[in-house]
């Protein structure tokens, strides 16, 4: 497996040169998000007859949830403009394929430095969140870690899209149909039981509202049993996801 | 066609080898051997299975049937351990435009697993080599296609390849950067290295191969030394006649004139050991072409007389 981290490496040498815009993106996201939508809308919310979000201020009750829904953007972006480039419009994996760097260690290079990529943005974001004073339990650190598992949840199977992709018209729809509804429906901005019976059942079937449910949880420092519900469910779509990654990438690249 | 005494220990070795995509047949039972240290081409238009055969070898691609030995080695069991020993230049570069110059080198040479101090030594040396040394910190898009594609060579040989793969090197170079890239390989072949090539310039393969195959349509059709072959398959000497465009070419007053003649669609080739003697001779019959031209023999017109068409259309 040195393969993969000669992969990373990689990675690493192109970061060495773009880190500081990409981690000044990183904060500034969540300060416009946080201050427009938690204080903005939120001041409405909390001058209004409910007060707060399922006993939370607005601004407490959507900082973990955005910070998973952020976790999943992340993500679309990075497996599928960056990976078509990577598979065919510069064949850099061919490139790495033609050294002793086999297609599993490509995959595992790719989703490390995925996860790397994920885990400075998700800890940007939390700093954020102390900042903006929405943490409330000690348990919250761990969401983290949970919008990384988000974050992953996307990648994998999407990744797994792209290397059976011949050109990019497929990203545009993956955005609009699929992220861009999660992020508005998946419970970041409004509790899902306020959805309609069938919007509720179909917002439970993808990773990002069990992403949201369990960050929040966290945050607040209440775990359910459902909580393990939430982390199997991202579990098996990361898992599955890489798995067919796996296959796809390797049906494209060895012929 | 194409054995050696050595068979199974040469450092290529290829029988029956084949290659199908669903209905598609790229590589028809073709048989070859490379030896340590030679000059290895395979000559034909697009679409003959030249890189179907390079990708088997790169072990990127899995044979369909046939056997095929790579440093003594199966490609599909040892692809790794085989890749270590290769140095590939695919027919596309694929160098990493996210990285500098030198960074491309360098980056490989991890990706070989040689060590960092090593790694920045050797990139500077290949940069030396392939005359991109003033470049080392530009960004690879900035480049010619000449120096990228020196690039790409440089970067083939960070490993110290025993066996050096090149699919097509010089297709889209203007003559220079042809001249240049061509001077490299020599130097290489000089200093041990086994090179395998594709192309389908007849002047490439004349000026650094010693041995090789003409390929068409999937199969090999023919093998030998460049000079073989023409000696083979062609006349020491062609005489080219350009006849006014609208006018057929009168095939019948040539009749006898050479030992082949060939009619193409824009000139009239006639394959002969005296060149100028065939040219008096036409203009004693009568002809008066547009224009005549006595040339030497080359691979195109082996090319030609086998398959009866020009390797590049």
């Known amino acids: ?255 | 066609m194409a054995t050696s005494p050595d068979g199974p220990g040469a450092l290529i070795h290829a029988r029956g080898l084949s290659k199908r995509f669903d209905q598609l047949v790229a590589v028809d039972a073709i048989d070859f051997d490379v030896e340590r240290g030679e000059a290895f081409g395979f000559l034909g238009p697009n679409g003959a299975g030249k890189t179907s055969t390079m990708r088997m070898i790169g072990c990127v691609s899995t044979p369909s049937g046939g056997t095929l030995r790579v440093l003594g080695m199966d490609p599909v069991a040892d692809g790794p351990r085989i890749r270590a020993r290769l140095g590939v230049v695919p027919q596309s570069d694929t160098l990493d435009t996210e990285l500098l110059v030198e960074e491309n080198l360098f980056t490989y040479a991890r990706y070989f697993g040689i060590a960092r101090d090593l790694a920045r030594r050797r990139a500077w040396q290949l940069l030396d080599f392939v005359q991109l040394k003033d470049r080392a910190h530009d960004r690879v898009e900035f480049l010619s296609g000449g120096m990228k594609r020196r690039l790409t060579i440089a970067r083939a040989l960070v490993n110290e390849p025993e066996l050096l793969l090149l699919d097509e090197p010089t297709t889209g170079l203007d003559p220079q950067a042809r001249h240049l890239v061509w001077d490299r390989l020599y130097r290489l072949k000089q200093q041990g290295v086994t090179i395998v090539l594709t192309t389908h310039y007849m002047d490439e393969a004349e000026q650094l191969c010693d041995r090789l195959v003409v390929m068409d349509k999937a199969r090999i059709v023919a093998f030998g030394s460049p000079r073989s072959l023409i000696d083979q398959y062609s006349s020491r000497e062609v005489l080219e006649l350009r006849f006014p465009i609208d006018a057929t070419p009168p095939l019948d007053q040539l009749d006898g004139l050479a030992e082949r003649i060939e009619a193409l669609p824009d000139r009239t080739l006639l394959y002969t050991d005296d060149g100028e003697a065939t040219a008096v001779e036409v203009h004693r019959r009568g002809l008066r072409p547009e224009s005549t031209l006595v040339r030497r023999s080359t691979l195109e017109d082996v090319f030609l007389r086998l398959t009866g068409r020009s390797l590049i259309e």
């Open chain 1, 1 to 255: 497996m040195t393969g993969a981290l000669r992969v990373l490496e990689h990675h690493l040498i192109v970061y060495r040169r773009t880190w500081k815009g990409s981690l000044f993106t990183s904060f500034v996201s969540p300060i416009l998000f946080l201050a427009a939508m938690g204080f903005g809308l939120g001041s409405l919310i909390s001058r209004g007859p409910l007060r707060t979000v399922d006993g939370l201020t607005y601004v407490a009750f959507i900082a973990p949830g955005l910070l998973a829904a952020t976790a999943m953007q992340s993500a679309y972006v990075e497996t599928t403009y960056p990976i078509m480039v990577r598979i065919q419009w510069e064949r850099t994996y061919e490139g790495m394929l033609a050294t002793p760097i086999r297609i599993l260690e490509v995959l595992v290079g790719e989703f490390g430095w995925l996860v790397f990529r994920l885990a400075l943005g998700s800890v940007a974001f939390f700093l954020v969140m102390l900042l903006f004073g929405t943490v409330h339990s000690g348990l919250a650190v761990l969401a983290i870690l949970v919008a990384v598992l988000t974050g992953l949840a996307f990648a994998a199977p999407i990744f797994a899209w792209t290397a059976t992709r011949r050109t990019d018209l497929s990203f545009a729809l993956i955005g609009r149909f699929l992220i861009t509804p999660l992020f508005l429906l998946g419970g970041v901005f409004f509790p899902i039981h306020q959805l309609p019976q069938l919007v509720q059942g179909i917002a439970w079937l993808t990773p990002l509202a069990h992403g949201v449910a369990l960050a929040r949880s966290l945050s607040v420092g209440v775990l359910t049993p459902a909580a393990a519900l939430h982390l199997a469910v991202l579990l098996v779509y990361a898992a599955v996801g890489i798995g067919a990654a796996r296959i796809t990438l390797q049906r494209r690249l060895v012929t």
